[in-house]
Nanobody
């Protein structure tokens, strides 16, 4: 399974950050996987943003929920992230990840290489 992020590397404050993850080697509708976005600001730890499930259901980090939307394009086997009203604090390396859970733990199985998005005027 391979995941590849794509999108602008520079976004202006107050605009919307848009990234796409192209998946190969698996279908995003395969049970029971969750197609996840995670980010890491410079010098900080990982932050889970949210996911879109194989079923199309979505779930977001409550701290980002009001600004986040994750959608899927099954015809192109892609899923996308939109984060609105960005500030410099949204500057981070953004990763797309295939994950699954067993009722107790989450497993972050396959990662994209990550893409740096800088928010700056």
């Amino acid at each position: 399974v391979q995941l590849q992020e794509s999108g602008p590397g520079l976004v202006k404050p107050s605009q919307t950050l848009s990234l796409t993850c192209t998946v190969s080697g698996d279908s995003i509708t395969t049970k029971y996987y969750y197609w996840t976005w995670i980010r890491q600001p410079p010098g900080k730890g990982l932050e889970w943003i949210g996911y879109i499930a194989y079923s199309g259901a979505t779930y977001y980090n409550p701290s980002l929920e009001s600004r986040t939307s994750i959608s899927a394009d099954t015809s192109n086997n892609q899923f996308s992230l939109q984060l609105s009203s960005v500030t410099p604090e949204d500057t981070a390396v953004y990763y797309c990840v295939r994950s699954k859970e067993d009722g107790t733990y989450w497993y972050l199985e396959h990662w994209g290489q990550g893409t740096l998005v800088t928010v700056s005027s």
